[in-house]
């Protein structure tokens, strides 16, 4: 059975179990049991999951015990590992999933529960977890773990077809990548060609620049194409000016063949010597060939073209007549300059689409990432820094791999700013979700601002902060400087179930008294804060409305280490309260209600005095204080001796039946310390009430003539308090004592009990004056002289051996020099009887149950 438990141990790894309730874990539990008790892994008879000779033994296979209806000793099966069993080892019948009726479990396979109740919270965690990765939450909520194991399933599903399509997106990017080099290696040939082309033949391959990346390569298509453009022109027909003889010297000398016409001056073209038939000719001749005629009848005297000649001579038409085949393109040489102007675009378009269209779809890119939280620390405050540590995960629609460089990011709330930080270096994957992990110090630039956007957070309401930069990016080998307009939600970091218990008081001073508590509190919240150092708060009441009494300080609350962890958290806190003519009733109230064991709301504000001026104030907790376990008074005590006849005050002996001066009757009561510090109970004052209206009739016996008695004093019993002689029954020497000191407490979560006596009178109105019994024997009105055997008659009918009191009033506690006045209220404090408070019988008076009449 443990290798089952660590089997499922083993499917989630969640901290802390969520609750679950007590009906579906158990049959949850009993259900997974079951299967796995019939799983695959039990030899021989992997069906029933036992094996075969067990299947009938004659033994318990846990206590060993003897088998068989002769033995009287059934044989019984487990019905979730299936062994052979005694009745003493199965005595539970449990519900299983799946299963009608009630089902035997042995005592082992119980046992385990509680290591199975913590692995179905912890499954039911990852299927939250899941579903916060895949960005859909379900409305299905999960009641047993093997539902909660499909949940995560169909999660995981979800997850496989992101990474599929993740993959595919991969698969376009390198498609498109091997395409880029492919046109890189295309513009590459064509710069070569290009500077064959433009007279660079001649030179050798090797000795060609070779570009290193697609950019380069455009730009030596551009100089290879500029320069075979000059080229050109420099072949290209021009006509110029000559100066007769001196002319023609220059223009031969260059190659240039002067037009001539006498001394005239005339057009010269830009040309080798012509040739006709292999032979070198003259320009005349060659000319003259070429228009069909001799030039003189082209061309005037003044050099200008004749009218109606064969051909116009004109600078076009001379260079289209004397062009050779040289200059003029042939088809091929059509194809290389059509192809050329294609390439040419091409290039141009490939520069566009990488200096303008890339960091454009690129910052269109950025602007649709999203960033989501998964967990944040904040630590170790300083003067205008604090410690950000966080996990988060980003989400692009991008399709290649990027790769973003450090940056300073600037945060801000509501359009201002209040702090910047350094981010890292960031690996964005082109399946769309990357995870980064920020670990930087979070710089505060505007101290009040950051305060104030963190207020709401610890306030139980989430808040968005911005997050603005100018990262450099790098992609496909092109860096690019974007603009980072982000948004990141805090949740809300309010604390849940914020608890201060078991209160204990160190010391005390005139105005100060100083105690101590634990707090717990729950936090669920994505946001951790760590390492705070001791951090103090104030106190304040809170009214009965639920309004926070800011005015009111009562003192503060020190915690040495605080900090707020995900889960349960327990602290221990000190607690200074100062008592001042403001605070004083404040402060009695509270302790008072503390004293009648009552759960009371306080509230904390703070951090206050603290070293970070960003974390001054910005949050407002309410707290739930317990007070002491079943009350400061703990029970009472009533009999003859002490309610009846009573005692003297000044010796402490019981007081004679006629003629009894000073005597003090009452009731014994106790009271309990659970501090460790000794508490001294002066003034004490109670007004003891029954929670039941007592109207009734009796009848008193006196000798031979019954007395005939009616009462209605509502639910008062008796006013009772401390005053001197209180000790004399027990020790006449503290006859002026009219105190009680509650010692400490010995050891941790104990506590001392003290009993004394309070001396019981009639509260106000209680009593009508009259005497019931003569003077010497008993001053009182026969109301309150029967008031006690009626309250012990009337809750004896209801089957009560006690009567339940309701105790209110004053005591002073004294606590060191510290002294306080409190208020104290206890309903269901027990006060047991002696018989004869039932059974009345005071010399020849008497009455008993039967005689009382209850309306």
């Known amino acids: 059975m443990a290798s089952q438990n660590e089997s499922v141990r083993r499917l989630v790894g969640i901290e802390r179990p969520a609750p679950i309730a007590e009906e579906n874990l158990l049959t949850s539990v009993l ?180 570009p290193a990346s697609l950019g380069q390569a455009v730009a030596l298509c551009e100089t290879a194409t500029k320069a075979l453009e000059d080229a050109q022109r420099k072949r290209r027909f021009s006509w110029g000016r000559g100066d007769s003889a001196e002319g023609q010297q220059r223009w031969s000398s260059d190659a240039r063949v002067p037009l001539r016409s006498g001394d005239t001056q005339a057009y010269s073209i830009f040309t080798p010597r012509p040739s006709l038939g292999g032979r070198s000719v003259g320009t005349d001749e060659a ?63 490939a520069v566009a689409v990488c200096f303008w269209l890339v960091p454009l779809y690129a910052q269109r890119t950025m602007d649709g990432t999203s960033i989501m939280l998964l967990s944040a620390a904040i630590s170790q405050p300083g003067n205008d820094s604090v410690l950000l540590m966080a996990q988060t995960s980003m989400s692009s629609s991008c399709i290649i791999s990027s790769h973003v460089h450090g940056f300073n990011a ?67 080998g092109l860096s690019m400087g974007l603009v980072l307009r982000q948004s990141l939600e805090l949740p809300a970091t309010a604390l849940e179930e914020v608890t201060g218990a078991d209160v204990d008081i160190v010391d005390g001073s005139a105005t100060e008294l100083h105690a101590t508590a634990d707090t717990v509190f729950f936090s669920s919240s994505l946001l951790e804060i760590k390492a705070l150092g001791s951090t103090t708060f104030a106190l304040h009441p809170v009214a009965a409305d639920g309004t926070v009494e800011m005015g009111m300080d009562l003192g503060r609350v020190v915690m040495p280490d605080f900090q707020v962890s995900r889960g349960y958290n327990r602290r221990k806190a000190s607690f200074f309260l100062r008592k001042s003519s403001d605070t004083e009733s404040h402060l009695s109230e509270f302790m008072g209600r503390w004293a009648s064991g009552l759960t009371q709301t306080v509230a904390i504000r703070g951090p206050v005095d603290s070293v970070s001026p960003f974390l001054e104030n910005i949050t407002v907790q309410l707290v739930s204080m317990a007070g002491i376990a079943e009350g400061m008074m703990t029970s009472a005590y009533i009999s003859k001796a002490h309610s009846l006849r009573g005692h003297e005050a000044a010796s402490g002996k019981e007081c004679p039946l006629i003629g009894a001066k000073d005597c003090l009757r009452g009731s014994v009561v106790s009271a309990q310390n659970v501090l460790h510090h000794a508490v001294e109970l002066v003034d004490a004052s109670f007004d003891v009430d029954v929670p039941d209206t007592l109207s009734y009739k009796t009848v008193m016996h006196e000798l031979f003539f019954p007395r005939e008695i009616s009462c209605n004093k509502s639910t008062r019993i008796a006013r009772m308090r401390t005053v001197p002689g209180m000790w004399s029954y027990m020790d006449p020497t503290r006859v002026q004592d009219s105190f009680a000191i509650l010692p400490p407490a010995q050891m941790p979560g104990q506590k001392s009990l003290t009993s004394f006596f309070l001396s019981a009178e009639p509260q106000p109105g209680q009593s009508d004056g009259e005497q019931c019994i003569a003077a010497g024997i008993d001053p009182m009105d026969c109301c309150f002289t029967t008031i006690l055997s009626a309250a012990a008659c009337f809750y004896r009918r209801k089957d009560l051996s006690l009567i339940p009191l309701v105790m209110s009033g004053n005591v002073t506690l004294l606590v060191g020099s510290f002294q306080l006045e409190i208020k104290v209220r206890q309903e269901g404090v027990p006060l047991t009887y002696a018989e004869e408070i039932a059974e009345f019988q005071v010399g020849a008076l008497r009455m008993s149950c039967s005689d009382f009449v209850f309306d």
């Open 31 to 210: 259900s997974t049991r079951s299967r796995l008790g019939s799983g695959a892994n039990s030899e021989p008879d992997a069906e029933a999951g036992i094996d075969a000779s067990e299947a009938d033994g004659d033994r318990c296979s846990l206590c060993e015990a003897k088998l068989g209806k002769r033995r009287l000793n059934p044989r019984h099966h487990c019905r979730l590992c299936n062994r052979c069993v005694c009745g003493a080892c199965s005595p539970t019948s449990v519900p299983i999933y799946g299963q009608a009726g009630l089902h035997r479990a042995c005592n082992a396979c119980l046992s385990g529960l509680g290591d199975t109740a913590d692995v179905s919270g912890r499954v039911s965690r990852l299927h939250r977890k899941l579903q916060s990765l895949t960005g859909k939450d379900s409305e299905r909520q999960a009641k047993f773990p093997s539902e909660a194991l499909e949940l995560c399933e169909q999660s995981v599903g979800v997850l496989e077809q992101e990474l599929d399509e993740g993959k595919l997106a991969k698969a376009r990017s390198d498609r498109l990548y091997a395409e880029t080099r492919s046109a890189e290696v295309s513009c590459r040939q064509l710069a070569w060609r290009l500077r064959c082309v433009g007279g660079e033949t001649g030179r050798p391959t090797a000795d060609l620049p070779q």
């Open 410 to 476: 600037t945060l801000g709330v509501g359009g201002r700013n209040f702090g910047w930080a350094i981010f890292p270096d960031i690996e964005m994957s082109a399946d769309g979700r990357t995870f980064v992990t920020l670990n930087s110090t979070l710089h505060i630039t505007e101290s009040k601002l950051f305060a104030e956007a963190m207020a709401p957070l610890l306030q139980g309401k989430a808040i968005r902060w911005s997050i603005t930069g100018k990262p450099k990016v790098t992609a496909a």
């Open 287 to 349: 000319l003259a060939s070429s228009i069909g005629g001799p030039l003189s009848e082209a061309v005037s005297e003044s050099g200008t073209p004749r009218e109606g000649s064969p051909t116009a001579l004109r600078p076009e038409s001379t260079a289209r007549c004397l062009g050779c085949s040289r200059f003029r393109l042939s088809k091929p040489g059509k194809w290389i300059a059509g192809t050329t102007s294609c390439l040419a675009v091409i290039a141009c378009l």
